[in-house]
């Protein structure tokens, strides 16, 4: 036996040895001229039964309206081969969702002997994707309702004990002021809550775009974009070298604001406020930091910064919902990526995180 006989021979005992794939040859015409048993156990029709007829059958008759399966044929000969995705028939009628990809099989001359054909039945990945579509659509109506039903009667709160402050302040004693103003601080951060949760509820759902980053430029705008809400207060910012990034600019803006917002917060109160932000490149990614010279915080805590609504510093001293940093969190994760922190009370802190080096072709 030559090598070319035994290497025959070897393919033909592998497809015959495969069950988890229908593999099978038609004819220049489209009928069955083959059968292994991955295609008797997804399709369900013994070699016998099926050998010499036309695999139309195993389309849906739509399909076979359609033309499909002489458009396939007529695709594979044309460009050497095809690749699709859709509903076939199984010999009881039932249907299954398949992978499909078809071969023209031509002779050392270049004429057509027939078509080799493999097919997958993906039926439960189709279905995992239906009901992942389907849970996804709940969430959707879900956060629509939070945003619209609750922050209407939050709305309302706010509202009245703010206009109680401002028109009926003088019938109030200087308790019932300050209560009304916990009342309006507590129905503002109730908002800001429902913030918190929808943005961590669009980031699970939505696709993360991929373009390049000019990262110096984003975390200049955010610097510049916080400054002016600081009302003239001064902070001082060292900017160092910031390599650019792939990723989805909107999300890493996010990051950079959360991290160099919490370090303007958390400097307030100091005699000298200061922050860092620069980058250190690695072999395979690049660590980015943002450090500043504020309260810090205790590292046997550390374990808590990145839960949701978890807060290492009192409301009435420091402002937030606690869900900056658990959305950081996420999107750093989202880009292959990690995000840490070291940190010693009145010492400041150092948030580090990491994104992968790579081209936009990958």
């Known amino acids: 036996m030559d090598f070319t006989e035994h290497a025959s021979l070897s393919a033909d005992q592998l497809v015959g040895s495969v069950t988890a794939y229908a593999i099978f040859l038609l ?68 249907r299954f969702w398949a992978n499909v990809v078809i071969a023209a099989v031509r002779d050392a001359q270049g004429v057509l002997q027939g078509f080799a054909k493999v097919t997958r039945d993906l039926t439960q990945r189709r279905r995992d994707e ?3 579509a389907q849970a996804h659509a709940e969430l959707e109506r879900f956060s629509y309702s939070v945003s619209h039903d609750l922050r209407a009667p939050l709305r309302a709160i706010s509202g009245y004990a703010q206009a109680l402050l401002q028109d009926h302040a003088a019938a109030l004693d200087s308790e019932g002021q300050r209560l009304l103003r916990v009342i309006a601080d507590s129905a503002k951060l109730g908002g800001q809550l429902i913030d918190g949760l929808l943005s961590l509820s669009r980031l699970a759902r939505g696709a993360v775009a991929t ?23 001064t902070v001082e910012v060292a900017f160092h070298p910031l390599p650019a990034a792939i990723g989805d600019p909107i999300l890493l803006r996010q990051v950079f604001t959360n991290l160099i917002g919490n370090a303007f917060k958390f400097t307030r109160g100091r005699p000298h406020r200061r922050v860092e932000i620069g980058a250190r490149p690695q072999a395979h990614e690049t660590v980015y930091f943002v450090t500043d010279n504020g309260v810090g915080f205790d590292m046997r805590f550390a374990n808590k910064l990145f839960g949701v609504f978890q807060r290492l510093h009192r409301a009435d001293e420091f402002e937030g919902a606690g869900v900056g940093l658990a959305l950081a969190q996420r999107i750093v994760h989202r880009h292959g990526g990690r995000i840490w922190a ?3 009370p009145n010492e400041g802190a150092t948030f580090w995180f990491t994104l992968p080096q790579r081209s936009l072709a990958t």
């Open 27 to 94: 004819d220049p015409d489209g009928r069955v001229a083959s059968w292994n048993p991955g295609a008797e156990q997804i399709k369900g029709y013994r070699a016998d039964e099926i050998l010499g007829r036309h695999f139309s059958l195993f389309y849906t008759p739509e399909d076979v309206a359609e033309g499909k399966p002489g458009w396939a044929l007529e695709t594979t000969r044309a460009v050497g081969h095809l690749e699709d995705e859709g509903w076939r028939v199984r010999k009881d009628g039932s």
């Open 342 to 344: 070291d940190a010693k």
């Open 130 to 132: 239906e009901a992942l």
């Open 211 to 233: 373009s390049r980053v000019d990262v110096t430029a984003l975390a200049r705008s955010v610097v510049d974009g916080l400054r002016q809400l600081e009302d003239g207060a």
